[in-house]
């Protein structure tokens, strides 16, 4: 079956919101009704379930719409490692220079009454922690970059392709916000989606640069790791609205320069290369 991309790219939204929507919609009664707590095996379980929808719909809807070639082109997309070494590198020192460094500067000049937090005992407890973010964030990215932003990108720049993703992905989220023992419990809806969007435009110039999912899986795995380690990052109550507005704004204007500049590089070859001519 060949349709159009808009076609693939609507039945990728569609099953990654049934998938883990009713997995997570499942969790939600089953803590309101007193049946499981937070504390639960079963908890954890459904909510890493969760994760898994972008993925599963990342190959049902390629091998709906594209077959077994298309499968074939995904999984060389998902496992390509063939990069150079330093690609590995540089979704973590992204992460940490915006969310730690500059975040830790920049917070205290527009709020004078925040603390800073960070707690994680001992220090090499960041590395587990890391590898537990793969699997509750990471893998989600083996849908977003590897299925929905190439789709977009055939029709759209990566920007654009970007807003969609953002509008899409940050909604997909949306079930958290009211499961009682999650982080996002009765956190800003509005500051967490201002930085999903900064994320996304990070992804989009990792993932146009590399064409690798890994690099991705890194650089959403090390954002969930510093927010988790106590950052300030993008999940913040009504006590910290204004230093989640300043983090998040940091990886929005990181985003919105790294891809201006490639689509600066972009043109300068496209004049370059017609003055041969």
Known sequence: MKTGTGSKFTLFCIFSYLITWIVWLTLFFLVNLHIITSHSSLFTFLIVSG?????LASYISTSVIEGKDGIRRLNEIIFNFNIKRIWFIIPVLIAFITLTIISNFLIPLFDSDFVPRHFINPWYGVF?????????????????????LPELEKKFSPILSSIVIW???AFWHLPLFFIKGINQYHKSIAVFFL??????????WLFNRTKSIAVCVIFHASINTIGNMGFVVMLVDENNICAGIVSTSILI??????????????????IVQGDKY
């Open 51 to 55: 994760v898994f929808g972008p993925p």
């Open 253 to 270: 204007i990181t985003g919105i320069i790294l891809n201006v500049i490639d689509l600066r590089k972009d043109r300068n070859l496209i």
């Open 128 to 148: 587990p922690l890391f590898i537990m973010m793969i699997f509750g964030g990471g893998l989600e990215e083996l849908g977003w970059r590897a299925t929905a």
């Open 195 to 204: 930085g999903v969007l900064g994320i996304t435009l990070i992804l989009t």
């Open 167 to 169: 509008i899409v992905w």
